[in-house]
């Protein structure tokens, strides 16, 4: 069915009633910022068609509308109640989406606590049950079946497995709820290894080994985004199945730690593994485009085919449905009241590469990221700019949906 999707009008938690059930925040329209790539007539029928024909997947989605005013993010956060955009998601062209719980905020500051996830998770999976839009991903079947019946395959996954405590077995737990895929970390280091923002590197732990052992026995979907270079190496490695680089770049092109080394990338695809290009504010921004949009975006996905291979690259956009620039803006406000990394270290001799991305005032001039800013455009624009730059159909399908499938293929 490709872009002709059967959306029959549902909106989140619409059985419920609003001011009563739940708090009412005003969204920000999901689109504000809505763009696609100019083509030539000719091109847009052959995107169209390759739309049609080939499943497209976004590695590492956020399809949450938030609030038009982004200063209450954390009060909208704290509700514990994820909006799933459908209206947006409907012309999106999209067949399968890895949708990302990241830190929940509706008891504790800092989040990563396992009851506030498992209470956020409930919530938006009986927000899915209540509608026939989306279907909750829990095989590939699901996602062939998406296509075929202009639905959308939902695949809930976790971005790091801090949640889960030193309890190996809450992964089955998490599995059994219908997740498929959970990282490793989240910048900060957790009990399974070292995230990218610390100073010293100390790679997997004895029990980050157990879970990846315990992950392979049950069929999760390992992603290493925000690990550092030797958690993430370790990793690869040390899985038996392939593994994910949902939403990362390459750091020969950005220079920051929030991009990973062309060793970890060629081991990744050595391996079987895929890396989903991804696209927040700031993030794959390089020196030959200074201003960060679907150009540089496209810089990191060439130079990444060229070095891993057509077979090993993906779009993992980690796009939002609301203003993500001033979702970073905030959220560095709330590291700074709970206490996140602000205390100032002594100078110990150690030189940790800058994560240029999260610079207020470079945040501020951009505003927005152009044919990147939602999940809506992300993946069609991908297509759209190969097309125009000469990629063949097989070569431009890989990309936007055939490599994640196969991933999938492997691990589930």
Request: aromatic letters at 8%; proline letters at 4%; hydrophobic letters at 35%.
């Amino acid at each position: 069915m490709g872009g002709n999707k059967k959306y029959a009008g549902y909106q989140s938690y619409s059985y419920l009633e609003p001011g009563i059930d739940y708090k009412v925040f005003k969204f920000r329209d999901p689109l504000a910022w809505f763009w696609l790539y100019p083509l030539s007539k000719t091109e847009e029928e052959r995107v169209e068609e390759i739309i049609e024909k080939n499943i497209l997947i976004d590695l590492h989605v956020h399809p949450n509308p938030g609030p038009d005013d982004i200063s209450q993010e954390l009060d909208w956060q704290r509700e514990g109640r994820k909006f799933i955009a459908y209206d947006a998601l409907a012309r999106s062209g999209l067949d399968g989406m890895i949708d990302w719980l990241g830190p929940c905020h509706a008891i504790t500051k800092r989040g990563w606590k396992w009851h506030e996830l498992i209470d956020t998770l409930g919530m938006g999976l009986c927000d899915v049950e209540h509608q026939d839009f989306v279907i909750q991903c829990k095989n590939v079947e699901d996602i062939v079946e998406a296509h075929e019946t202009g639905r959308i395959a939902w695949i809930p996954a976790i971005e790091s497995a801090t949640h889960i405590e030193n309890e190996v077995n809450r992964l089955e737990i998490l599995y059994g709820l219908g997740i498929r895929s959970v990282g490793i970390c989240f910048s900060e280091s957790n009990q399974l290894g070292t995230g990218l923002a610390e100073m010293r590197d100390a790679g997997l732990t004895d029990f980050g080994y157990d879970c990846v052992a315990r992950m392979n026995k049950v069929g999760l979907l390992i992603d290493v985004s925000h690990s550092s270079d030797l958690t993430a190496m370790d990793t690869i490695e040390l899985s038996k199945d392939p593994i994910l680089a949902s939403h990362v770049g390459t750091r020969t092109l950005t220079p920051t730690s929030r991009m990973f080394p062309d060793d970890v990338l060629v081991a990744l695809a050595e391996r079987g593994g895929v890396l989903g290009i991804e696209a927040p504010p700031n993030s794959t921004v390089t020196g030959k485009n200074p201003i960060h949009g679907l150009e540089s975006f496209m810089e990191h996905v060439e130079y990444c085919i060229d070095l891993m291979g057509v077979e090993y690259v993906g779009v993992g956009s980690d796009s939002y449905y609301f203003d993500h620039v001033g979702e970073y803006l905030e959220g560095q406000k709330l590291r700074k009241t709970a206490g996140m990394g602000y205390a100032k270290r002594p100078d110990q001799g150690i030189k940790r590469l800058p994560n240029t991305n999260m610079d207020p005032e470079s945040l501020r001039r951009l505003k927005y990221v152009k044919g990147l800013e939602n999940p809506t455009e992300a993946t069609q624009n991908v297509a759209r700019w190969m097309v125009h730059h000469g990629y063949s159909d097989q070569e431009i399908a890989k990309v936007i949906g055939l490599n994640a499938l196969q991933l999938f293929k492997k691990v589930w």
